[in-house]
């Protein structure tokens, strides 16, 4: 994979005839992370191969504006805003927890431009900095992970080896010793007498915890942790409509409903099972990525890549008060939970789907969901003639309070329609695929590498 990709860009030149000239564009970092505050006005991404946490703001005419760009020493795996959303809290892969400002006092928008002319004049002026290369050689590395590792690191992009100092507000709120994977910031009304209501972080990371923190200003101070898993915990979720309560999951096979503030294992909710009864009920596109996963021969394990709770409109007297969706790695399918009043949950539908699940955003108000997939068709081979890379797809889907049954169309189906109507427009070639399989494949499906070996490959 070459470092930069090249496009044809067309140059009118007066009255000439145009002209094709080739030019060099540096490929985009990855976005890893997005999440939008309550009013729907800002926009935080997270891009992973820069480590940069950027905030955008959605103009009157529906076009993003960048706010502020800023680079984080470590990796962001996660994010998540304070409860007044006027912090945001960022995880990082070194085990680390900082606090930023959504708007840095530091710089404000006039600032941003400034720095940036002052960043361009500077790397005309400058010499070049000295260029990154690892440490550890062919010579040194012997093991069959630690071979690849060094070769993916080599055939990175140049990257400084210039450490780069933290020019912007922030604070540092807590340590693991083990790589964070996610994180939950709750308030919940407090017991006995002082404050309404007190504030936690619920942090998970790949050695099997969950930890209990005091909210900010405290989040140095460790309220207790909830231990129950064998194997990492990927992903928590609190649910709205019951902040006490909390479902984890991860490597296991099961996913766990938690009493977090006494560290109570209340339910375990096999997954397991559900996974490889899939079998011939998923589509034939789908089966040709599903086949190759362990899971589908009852070989392997599940490795859970989102879990989100979808709240019913209030006024609903039903039993249950939302739903709690699941979706695990390389398998095409969304299982979905009903909730029930005891904090207990039962397999209410599996949705079928196309191709992987990536990706699941809730719309409580309209009850529905916006799902994205893997739509390349066999991650076993990039060599077959047949193999097409499509950019991923969008779909969705709804909750009949009527019919008591989802359906795979929702009031949002018209807009999920013409984003996909516009990718299958989308040309691609060998190299696209060949990206897509190759490196790609390492952003979208880096869940079940947090899965620990007893010892490495010769």
């Known amino acids: 994979m070459s470092d930069s990709t090249s496009a044809e860009i067309v140059i009118d030149n007066d009255n000439k005839k145009p002209r094709k ?6 490929p985009v970092s990855a976005v890893t992370n997005i999440m939008v505050n309550s009013t729907g006005k800002y926009i935080v991404a997270v891009t992973g191969e820069d480590k940069c946490i950027r905030v955008l703001e959605l103009l009157v005419d529906n076009t993003l504006l960048q706010i502020s760009e800023r680079h984080m020493p470590k990796r962001p795996c996660s994010v998540a805003f304070t409860t007044d959303e006027s912090t945001i809290l960022c995880a990082d892969k070194f085990g ?31 010499a070049k900095p000295k260029l990154f290369v690892p440490a550890a050689t062919a010579l040194t590395v012997h093991t069959k992970s630690n071979q690849q590792a060094l070769k993916n690191q080599q055939t990175l ?62 989040a140095h101070i460790i309220e207790g942790y909830c231990l129950g898993h064998t194997e990492f915990v ?24 938690w009493k977090w503030l006494s560290s109570e294992i209340k339910q375990r909710v096999e997954l397991k099972s559900l996974v490889a009864g899939l079998g011939d009920k998923i589509s034939k596109e789908s089966q040709r990525s599903f086949k190759h996963s362990t899971i589908a021969t009852g070989t392997g394990s599940v490795a859970v890549s989102g879990i989100w709770a979808l709240q019913k409109p209030n006024g609903n007297k039903e039993k249950y008060d939302g739903y709690v969706i ?24 599996t949705l079928e789907l196309e191709g992987n699940i990536l990706d699941v955003a ?14 390349l068709e066999d991650y076993s081979s990039t ?12 779909g969705s889907c709804c909750y009949s309070s009527t019919l008591n049954c989802w359906a795979k169309s929702s009031p949002l189906q018209e807009v999920v329609s013409r984003v996909n109507s516009w990718a299958a427009t989308q ?3 060998v190299q696209d695929i060949e990206f897509r399989s190759n490196v790609m494949s390492d952003y979208l499906y880096g869940t079940e590498k947090l899965r620990k070996r007893d010892q490495d490959e010769d």
Not at 332 to 346: C, D, K, N, R, T
Request: glycine share 4%; proline share 6%.
């Open 362 to 375: 809730v719309v409580p108000k309209q009850m529905s969901i916006v799902y994205t997939i893997d739509n």
């Open 157 to 218: 992009p140049h990257r400084s080896s210039e450490k780069r100092s933290l020019d912007f507000t922030h604070q540092l709120l807590l340590g693991h010793v083990s790589l964070l994977t996610d994180l939950v910031y709750v308030t919940v009304p407090a017991a006995g007498s002082g404050p309404s209501t007190r504030s936690y972080l619920l942090t998970s990371d790949r050695d099997e915890h969950i930890r209990i923190s005091r909210g900010l200003p405290q």
């Open 427 to 429: 040309e691609s070639t």
């Open 96 to 126: 680390d927890v900082y606090a930023l400002p959504l708007f840095d006092p530091l710089k404000n928008k006039n600032e941003v431009v400034n720095e940036k002319i002052r960043t361009l004049n500077r790397s005309t002026n400058e």
């Open 383 to 394: 060599t077959d003639n047949k193999l097409r890379c499509r950019l991923p797809s969008f």
């Open 234 to 257: 990927s992903r928590l979720c609190v649910p709205p409509w019951d902040r006490n309560y909390l479902i984890s999951g991860g490597g296991d096979d099961h996913l766990l409903v």
């Open 326 to 349: 699941v979706a695990c790695e390389r398998v095409p399918a969304l299982f979905i939970y009903s909730w029930h009043e005891s904090g207990q949950v039962e397999h209410h539908k």
């Open 21 to 26: 000239r080739k030019a060099n564009i540096t």
